[in-house]
């Protein structure tokens, strides 16, 4: 792999840290802070323009810009590696830096009447969330577990403050305080795993840790109690990020206490920087010596999928509904996981790119659906309060419709797609058993996803659920972010094609495609 040591290998993690710091300055400067948000957007926006001018679509009026970076040659297809082996500039993790970028860009837009009505510091809310897809976008990039390490801790430590956030709220504080104090002790356990991997290879860098296992396969070692631990010690920091099952039970009182911008990004960019941090590190590290964790995975798999769905039934807050929907879609994407690594083919963490992305579309549309019914009327995010919101307040009821089918998987949604290209994966990994759990615990989710549905269509109005007539100017960003998050999961339903074409040419660097 060619060598690059410049800043034009984490020149979009450059821009984004950049621009947090810029809207930390401006935050001194700016009496109107509706100007933050916007500062913040365009820093998210310059971040991904960089990451797919990366990619290989720069025009010829860009090439004073190669000089300034280093020289590199945009385009490449060839992994770049720089930072004495430390960082990995590939399709990958560009695929990465734009969907946390777009992730980002919907937050903001999603928070700022969030923070207006409720008379939040603007300022150091945008620049801790810029910071946090700065860690998010290390941890892509990330090869080397001390660089992935220090990245996974830049993307926490931010987000248990954003957690409390609304400090005069009791729920907001608590769920900070259980989220630090789970956080701590996974990124403690996460911590000593890298470091067993380190005195069990004596390597830190990807390629040396799988040269260092192989050997030991070689010797017969692969199996030694001393990897296995290091190993059970690495998924539950994994497990405890994505809300897996076991690790899952901070995940919805922490989703339904933090303000609802976060929980919306917690949701889908946190776990979105999880699972393509970890899944490179797997799939990178492990090597040939995979097979042995793979049954392990799938155990994981299979209980985060049947418990995360099970309890989403009885489930009456829609952000504790949308809670364990997330800790079972995360049983779905781990799936992606097993999948590439039992076959050694791109279709399974293709398929999780392609799912994140979707994904990603049909949370954020939901979460911001019920901000935008709390900021025109009285909404405890009961199941109940959503009685009678298709005669009261339509659009909303409509696009949140969309995003309910959509989750569900229903054709020709961008869920059902998501759902289709996974499940396939695992099943040309010969692990038809495991992709027909899936479909089942799938169509148990149909159930709680649809009788949102229910309630808006077919249930009367509660008493006191009149609406204002006039929408705030700063209510523009949700509807915005709203529209985009639907338009998105109708257009890629509609022509999947584009997207997955992406997410399949990332992956021809990562294991070898």
Same mark, same amino acid.
């Given at each position: 792999?060619?060598?690059?040591?410049?800043?034009?290998?984490?020149?979009?993690?450059?821009?984004?840290?950049?621009?947090?710091?810029?809207?930390?300055?401006?935050?001194?400067?700016?009496?109107?802070?509706?100007?933050?948000?916007?500062?913040?957007?365009?820093?998210?926006?310059?971040?991904?323009?960089?990451?797919?001018?990366?990619?290989?679509?720069?025009?010829?009026?860009?090439?004073?810009?190669?000089v300034?970076?280093?020289?590199?040659?945009?385009?490449?297809?060839?992994?770049?590696?720089?930072?004495?082996?430390?960082?990995?500039?590939?399709?990958?993790?560009l695929?990465?830096?734009?969907?946390?970028?777009?992730?980002?860009?919907?937050?903001?837009?999603?928070?700022?009447?969030?923070?207006?009505?409720?008379?939040?510091?603007?300022?150091e809310?945008?620049?801790?969330?810029?910071?946090?897809?700065t860690?998010?976008?290390?941890?892509?990039?990330?090869?080397?577990?001390?660089?992935?390490?220090?990245?996974?801790?830049?993307?926490?430590?931010?987000?248990?403050?954003?957690?409390?956030?609304?400090?005069?709220?009791?729920?907001?504080?608590?769920?900070?305080?259980?989220?630090?104090?789970?956080?701590?002790?996974?990124?403690?356990?996460?911590?000593?795993?890298?470091?067993?991997?380190?005195?069990?290879?004596?390597?830190?860098?990807? @390629?040396? $840790?799988?040269?260092? &296992? =192989?050997?030991?396969? /070689?010797?017969? *070692?692969? !199996?030694? #109690?001393? +990897?296995v631990?290091?190993?059970?010690?690495?998924?539950?920091?994994?497990?405890?990020?994505?809300?897996?099952?076991?690790?899952?039970?901070?995940?919805?009182?922490?989703?339904?206490?933090a303000?609802?911008?976060?929980?919306?990004?917690?949701?889908?960019?946190?776990?979105?920087?999880?699972?393509?941090?970890?899944?490179?590190?797997?799939?990178?590290?492990?090597?040939?010596?995979?097979?042995?964790?793979?049954?392990?995975?799938?155990?994981?798999?299979?209980?985060?999928?049947?418990?995360?769905?099970?309890?989403?039934?009885?489930?009456?807050?829609?952000?504790?509904?949308?809670?364990?929907?997330?800790?079972?879609?995360?049983?779905?994407?781990?799936?992606?996981?097993?999948?590439?690594?039992?076959?050694?083919?791109?279709?399974?963490? @293709?398929? $999780?790119?392609?799912? &994140? =992305?979707?994904?990603? /579309?049909?949370? *954020?549309? !939901?979460? #911001?659906? +019920?901000?935008?019914?709390?900021?025109?009327?009285?909404?405890?995010?009961?199941?109940e309060?959503?009685?009678?919101?298709?005669?009261?307040?339509?659009?909303?009821?409509?696009?949140?419709a969309?995003?309910?089918?959509?989750?569900?998987?229903?054709?020709?949604?961008?869920?059902?797609?998501?759902?289709?290209?996974?499940?396939?994966?695992?099943i040309?990994?010969?692990?038809?058993?495991?992709?027909?759990?899936?479909?089942?615990?799938?169509?148990?989710?149909?159930?709680?996803?649809?009788?949102v549905?229910?309630?808006?269509?077919?249930?009367?109005?509660?008493?006191?659920?009149?609406?204002?007539?006039?929408?705030?100017?700063?209510?523009?960003?949700v509807?915005?972010?709203?529209?985009?998050?639907?338009?998105?999961v109708?257009?890629?339903?509609?022509?999947?094609?584009? &997207?997955?074409?992406?997410?399949?040419?990332? *992956?021809?660097?990562?294991?070898?495609?």
């Amino acid at each position: 792999m060619p060598l690059n040591n410049t800043v034009s290998v984490i020149l979009p993690g450059v821009v984004v840290a950049v621009a947090a710091i810029v809207v930390f300055l401006a935050d001194l400067f700016l009496k109107r802070k509706g100007g933050l948000a916007w500062i913040a957007v365009a820093g998210l926006l310059c971040g991904a323009a960089v990451a797919i001018g990366q990619w290989g679509q720069w025009t010829a009026g860009f090439a004073v810009w190669r000089v300034f970076t280093g020289g590199l040659t945009f385009g490449r297809r060839e992994a770049v590696v720089g930072f004495a082996g430390m960082i990995g500039h590939d399709r990958y993790a560009l695929y990465a830096v734009v969907l946390f970028c777009a992730i980002g860009v919907l937050a903001v837009l999603l928070s700022d009447a969030y923070l207006a009505r409720r008379q939040a510091a603007r300022g150091e809310f945008y620049g801790l969330l810029l910071l946090i897809v700065t860690g998010m976008i290390g941890m892509a990039i990330s090869t080397d577990i001390i660089a992935f390490f220090v990245s996974f801790e830049l993307m926490s430590l931010p987000t248990y403050i954003l957690a409390g956030y609304i400090w005069r709220d009791e729920k907001s504080t608590e769920a900070s305080l259980k989220y630090f104090v789970t956080g701590a002790f996974s990124s403690a356990i996460l911590a000593f795993g890298l470091a067993l991997l380190y005195a069990a290879t004596g390597a830190t860098t990807y @390629s040396g $840790i799988a040269a260092g &296992l =192989a050997g030991l396969q /070689l010797n017969g *070692l692969a !199996a030694d #109690g001393f +990897l296995v631990v290091a190993f059970v010690l690495v998924v539950t920091g994994f497990g405890f990020k994505v809300s897996a099952v076991p690790f899952h039970s901070w995940a919805p009182d922490v989703y339904e206490g933090a303000p609802t911008p976060v929980t919306a990004f917690m949701a889908t960019g946190v776990k979105a920087a999880a699972f393509l941090g970890f899944a490179k590190l797997f799939l990178m590290a492990a090597g040939a010596d995979w097979t042995h964790w793979g049954h392990i995975m799938i155990i994981l798999a299979i209980l985060t999928m049947v418990v995360g769905n099970v309890l989403a039934l009885p489930q009456r807050n829609l952000k504790r509904m949308l809670a364990y929907s997330s800790i079972a879609h995360a049983g779905y994407l781990t799936l992606g996981i097993i999948a590439a690594g039992k076959s050694g083919d791109t279709l399974g963490v @293709s398929a $999780i790119l392609f799912y &994140l =992305a979707a994904y990603a /579309l049909m949370n *954020l549309g !939901a979460f #911001g659906v +019920l901000i935008w019914i709390r900021a025109r009327r009285e909404y405890d995010y009961s199941l109940e309060g959503l009685a009678g919101l298709g005669r009261t307040l339509p659009w909303p009821a409509i696009l949140m419709a969309l995003f309910m089918v959509s989750l569900t998987g229903i054709p020709p949604t961008v869920g059902f797609w998501g759902k289709f290209y996974l499940f396939t994966a695992v099943i040309q990994a010969d692990l038809t058993w495991l992709a027909i759990i899936a479909v089942v615990m799938s169509a148990v989710s149909a159930y709680y996803y649809l009788r949102v549905v229910w309630y808006m269509y077919f249930r009367e109005a509660p008493e006191g659920a009149e609406v204002t007539e006039e929408v705030e100017s700063s209510q523009v960003g949700v509807i915005t972010a709203v529209t985009v998050a639907a338009l998105g999961v109708v257009l890629v339903g509609l022509f999947p094609g584009p &997207l997955l074409d992406a997410a399949e040419g990332a *992956l021809r660097l990562l294991i070898g495609g």
